[in-house]
């Protein structure tokens, strides 16, 4: 059940790189699609690697505060994917990809969330091959399919609609985790 709900969060972390992609257009330069799509999964994996490093070294010391943590985390995160969903509505969430400079900074921006969830992962005793694979082929699958959609007033409320979904049920995966899982 552990899995499941762990890949849930990363599913949804996975799909943070919909709306930088948005608009790629990768019919017409499949080179360039394919590398922006590499840079967004390389970003996200390096983030999730980060803060499971941290998480392993730091974390150990809150023991008996890790429901705690735990909680207070996956709160954090939920609410700031539900908060960039009224971004993600309005388009705020769209960078311009022209050079790999703003490419990497829209990336890196989006993988934050990752970070913070890495380090609370780092709490569960999984498989961190599992959870790379995980995260890495939604990152690849949701990369690849916002790649193909066009920019317009519907995908972005597709992607806002996705945002906030994902957001409430992280959210509820903090409280059943925090308050009813010992």
């Known amino acids: 059940m552990l899995i499941f709900i762990l890949g849930f969060v990363l599913l949804v972390l996975g799909f943070q790189v919909f709306p930088v992609c948005l608009g790629n257009n990768f019919k017409s330069d499949i080179k360039q699609s394919v590398q922006q799509i590499l840079i967004h999964t390389a ?107 066009k920019l317009s007033k519907t995908a972005l409320t597709l992607a806002s609609l996705v945002y906030i979904l994902g957001g409430i049920g992280i959210v509820s995966i903090a409280i059943y985790l925090g308050f009813f899982i010992k």
């Open 43 to 149: 970003i996200q994996l390096i983030m999730l690697w980060l803060g499971l490093f941290l998480g392993d070294r730091f974390l150990y010391l809150s023991e008996d505060y890790q429901y705690l943590i735990i909680f207070i985390g996956l709160l954090m995160v939920g609410l700031r994917i539900s908060f960039d969903s009224f971004a993600v509505r309005r388009g705020d969430r769209t960078f311009t990809t022209a050079n790999s400079q703003s490419l990497i900074l829209a990336s890196t921006a989006q993988s934050i969330n990752t970070f913070l969830a890495g380090i609370i992962l780092s709490l569960f005793n999984i498989n961190h091959i599992l959870i790379f694979s995980i995260l890495g082929l939604s990152v690849l699958l949701f990369s690849t399919i916002a790649s193909w959609i």
